[in-house]
């Protein structure tokens, strides 16, 4: 799905919309955007805003602060297109997202609140193209944080998926921490969260998104990465990969709880067949790197929460994309290892958490204008989020592919 195609309609049908925090997570393989969009009319008078506030528990302290109505956007582009973001930004005006820093040699100098490793390395580019400074937030540090406002304040933002089947998990604010966070770009990080800015990155792999994408390349034509995955759907990697049953006659392995179908070796048959290169397909080949990434990611993630006695994995990141293959690998691989006693879980807006803790950075700077304290849902949800700064959950009607939420603000 083209996220940018659905942004860019529903900006250009919003007359008088205003614009505000922009925030970027420039990746090795894609750049995330995340900004804020208002109407000028969104101000609710006094009465109004009090039964608001009152219908949502929020404190009279905060009713002095006007309640801006709009939607938190998402978008994102190949890293390797970069000047195409670059124009995207210009072209939709989100230069009106960033702020003035006045302590700057120049007053009127713009910056963006952005991460990743692409905040250093095309710092130079966003100056010379857009004229605005990036100011880095640690990639860490927003990962977390996006994640922490995601599981607290968006309704049905987790879920799992095994066998086909999506299930929605209630989390418990209070009994959140601590859990692992693995998120899956370019490459893997794993990271145990204690709680809100408490946090340890415990490991990782470098076979991540970016080692598909990149074999990927080199074993099949595909140009993208989502031309890759959706090639995997057509392909059948029991056709490359080596068996248990292979091996043993078609029969388990039992006594160490093998079964016939289970991977002994990924693209294992490859050696043993006597079939010429470009016999292969590449739809078996995509389907084949598919699985033995998701299937290691999987193994790893398991064996650390296990290390630290954590109950809860949450996977995210770019290189899931809501994909239903790669998702029940993930699952299956931590139940196989945690023989049933773990879950993966997912989160609906899985590649966004470094975006939307730029994002929320922007609480620490006295800004000119708006000044996001709180995001307040549009629709209230079953779990208080009594005590968190931003509250914000989808619409009723949303769907995975979502790439909004419609959200209230309070500003100065």
């Known amino acids: 799905m083209d996220l940018l195609a659905d942004v860019s309609n529903q900006q250009n049908s919003e007359p008088g919309s205003q614009i505000s925090h922009l925030a970027l997570d420039i990746g090795g393989s894609l750049i995330k955007l995340v900004y804020f969009s208002r109407n000028n009319d969104s101000r609710r008078d006094d009465d109004q805003q009090k039964s608001r506030n009152e219908s949502?528990?929020?404190?009279?302290?905060?009713?002095?602060?006007?309640?801006?109505?709009?939607?938190?956007?998402?978008?994102?582009?190949e890293t390797s297109k970069i000047n195409d973001c670059l124009e995207f930004i210009r072209s939709k005006k989100l230069l009106l997202g960033g702020f003035h820093d006045h302590t700057a040699p120049s007053s009127d100098k713009i910056f963006i609140k952005a991460t990743g490793g692409g905040a250093y390395k095309f710092a130079d580019l966003f100056k010379e193209k857009l004229e605005i400074s990036l100011d880095k937030e640690d990639e860490m540090d927003c990962l977390v944080t996006g994640a922490n406002f995601l599981l607290k304040a968006v309704h049905q933002e987790a879920f799992t998926y095994l066998d086909g089947q999506k299930e929605f998990v209630q989390i418990d604010h209070n009994d959140l921490y601590p859990y692992l966070l693995v998120?899956?770009?370019?490459?893997?990080?794993?990271?145990?969260?204690?709680?809100?800015?408490?946090?340890?990155?415990?490991?990782?792999?470098?076979?991540?998104?970016?080692?598909?994408?990149?074999?990927?390349?080199?074993?099949?034509?595909?140009?993208?990465?989502?031309?890759?995955?959706?090639?995997?759907?057509?392909?059948?990697?029991?056709?490359?990969?080596?068996?248990?049953?292979?091996?043993?006659?078609?029969?388990?392995?039992?006594k160490v709880g093998l079964s016939a179908t289970t991977i002994a070796s990924s693209f294992g048959k490859a050696i043993s067949d006597n079939k010429e290169l470009e016999e292969y397909k590449p739809e078996d080949i995509s389907r084949s790197l598919l699985r033995m990434i998701s299937n290691n990611i999987g193994q790893i993630s398991y064996l650390n929460a296990l290390r630290f006695g954590l109950k809860r994995i949450f996977f995210a990141g770019f290189f899931i994309r809501g994909h239903a293959y790669t998702m029940d690998t993930i699952s299956v691989a931590v139940h196989f290892w945690s023989k049933g006693e773990a879950k993966a879980m997912f989160l609906r807006h899985e590649g966004f958490l470094g975006a939307l803790g730029a994002f929320m950075s922007y609480?620490?700077?006295?800004?000119?204008?708006?000044?996001?304290?709180?995001?307040?849902?549009?629709?209230?949800?079953?779990?208080?989020?009594?005590?968190?700064?931003?509250?914000?959950?989808?619409?009723?009607?949303?769907?995975?592919?979502?790439?909004?939420?419609?959200c209230s603000v309070y500003g100065t």
């Open 56 to 77: 949502l528990g929020v404190s009279q302290s905060d009713t002095s602060q006007p309640v801006l109505e709009g939607r938190l956007h998402f978008a994102k582009f």
């Open 183 to 254: 998120n899956i770009g370019s490459g893997v990080s794993m990271i145990k969260v204690d709680g809100d800015g408490k946090f340890e990155r415990v490991s990782g792999t470098n076979l991540g998104g970016g080692t598909f994408w990149g074999l990927g390349r080199l074993l099949t034509k595909c140009k993208n990465f989502d031309e890759l995955l959706e090639l995997s759907h057509q392909g059948n990697n029991r056709v490359i990969d080596m068996l248990v049953g292979d091996i043993y006659g078609g029969t388990d392995y039992a």
């Open 363 to 406: 609480e620490k700077q006295s800004l000119d204008g708006l000044m996001v304290h709180k995001i307040v849902q549009r629709f209230p949800i079953s779990v208080s989020s009594a005590g968190d700064k931003i509250y914000c959950s989808l619409n009723s009607d949303s769907n995975q592919n979502d790439d909004s939420i419609e």
